[in-house]
C-alpha cells in the first residue's frame, strides 16, 4: 500500500518556526513532484509550494522568503520549512505527491494531513 504521511505540525507563536514532513512508504521507488498545500477553515486549498524531481521550487507569494521546500530522496521524504510564521498561517498542510512505484508512475497521492497552528 503507497501512501504519504505528514508530520511536524503543532501549536506555535508568531514569528516561530515549524517543519513538516512528509514521507512516502510502500511499493514506491522514489516521489516525483510533491507540492505541499494548506487549507483554512472556510478557505478554499491553496498550494503553498513546489518542488519538482529535479529540484526546482515555486511558492505562493504569501509564504515567498518564509518556507522553503526541499526533499532528502535517500529517505523518501519532502520537507517544509516554515519560519517567520504568522496567524494567516494557520491551517491544515497538506502534502500531495506524483510516486515512481514498483508498477509504474503513480499520480496524485494525498496525506491526511497536519494542523498548523499560529498564535499572535
Known amino acids: 500500500q503507497v501512501q504519504l504521511v505528514e508530520s511536524g505540525g503543532g501549536l506555535v507563536q508568531a514569528g516561530g518556526s515549524l517543519r513538516l514532513s512528509c514521507a512516502a512508504s510502500g511499493s514506491i521507488r522514489s516521489i516525483n513532484a510533491a507540492d505541499w498545500y494548506r487549507q483554512a477553515p472556510g478557505k478554499q486549498r491553496e498550494l503553498v509550494a513546489r518542488?519538482?524531481?529535479?529540484?526546482?521550487?515555486n511558492y505562493a507569494d504569501s509564504v515567498k522568503g518564509r518556507f522553503t521546500i526541499s526533499r532528502a530522496n535517500s529517505k523518501n521524504t519532502v520537507y517544509l520549512q516554515m519560519n517567520s510564521l504568522k496567524p494567516e498561517d494557520t491551517a491544515v498542510y497538506y502534502c500531495?505527491?506524483?510516486?515512481?512505484?514498483?508498477?509504474?508512475?503513480?499520480?496524485?497521492?494525498w496525506g491526511q494531513g497536519t494542523q498548523v497552528t499560529v498564535s499572535s
Open positions: 518542488i519538482t524531481s529535479g529540484g526546482s521550487t
Open positions: 500531495n505527491a506524483d510516486l515512481e512505484t514498483f508498477y509504474g508512475l503513480g499520480r496524485d497521492y
